[in-house]
């Protein structure tokens, strides 16, 4: 079954706009952390933020920020302030705990342009 | 420090041929995993290790072998390659922190492989 699911296959942001990544997981573990991740044309995958949760506070990283919604099992990516650079697929990913900790579940991915 | 290193960038492999896509760190880090990623999904788990001498299979272990002997290596073999396997793999390392919580995963530049 899928545990992580990102419903936005692809989506347009103009530049300065603030754009909303949705990520929503599946686990019953109560020990997990969540992780975004950026890819762009090169190749390379990219971290951007990390979410734990027993994290009381949602995550931040300069222009990212994550939505964190436990009773909702959600992890929205938010990026304020597209720019140009932020051109990319993004993945979710989430770690559960116990024996999984080296071992990462994606979702498909959400392509992302910004256009001038 | 170099971070996760993969060698080849690129391989073409003919059907039934075996090769090994090589993956170093020099992060002391105790996980490592090997991805791949298949155009329009994200990344899925192959194998991984906790740490020299132990590995576990992944979601799509099917077709590859793994050993670590080290902490620093964690060698993938293809066994007998078949164009299913014509992907692009990712190798990736993290680490404990003192509280036993991991982190990012490091990951490597990837090797896409072709299998004709």
């Known amino acids: 079954a899928q545990k992580i699911t990102q419903t936005q296959p692809g989506m347009f942001v103009q530049e300065k706009e603030a754009v909303t990544l949705d990520c929503t997981y599946d686990t019953s573990d109560p020990s997990y952390g969540l992780f975004w991740y950026k890819q762009p044309s090169s190749g390379e995958m990219i971290f951007l933020i990390y979410q734990g949760s027993y994290d009381q506070q949602n995550a931040t990283e300069g222009r990212y920020s994550l939505n964190f919604q436990k009773a909702r099992k959600s992890a929205n990516l938010v990026i304020s302030a597209s720019q140009l650079g932020d051109s990319a697929m993004y993945f979710c990913a989430m770690r559960e705990g116990g024996d999984s900790w080296g071992k990462l579940q994606f979702g498909a991915g959400t392509q992302v342009v910004v256009t001038p | 420090n170099a971070g996760v290193t993969q060698t080849p960038k690129f391989q073409v492999l003919k059907t039934g041929q075996s090769m090994t896509l090589q993956c170093a760190q020099d992060?002391?880090?105790?996980?490592m995993s090997w991805y791949r990623q298949d155009p329009g999904m994200g990344l899925r788990l192959i194998h991984y290790s906790v740490g020299a001498g132990i590995t576990d299979q992944g979601e799509v272990p099917n077709g590859y072998n793994v050993s670590r002997s080290t902490t620093e290596d964690f060698p993938l073999r293809l066994l007998s390659a078949a164009p299913s396997q014509t992907s692009v793999y990712f190798c990736?390392?993290?680490?404990?922190?003192?509280?036993?919580?991991?982190?990012?995963?490091?990951f490597g530049p990837g090797t896409r492989l072709t299998v004709t």
């Open positions: 992060m002391n880090h105790e996980y």
């Open positions: 990736a390392s993290s680490y404990s922190s003192i509280s036993g919580v991991t982190y990012e995963q490091y």
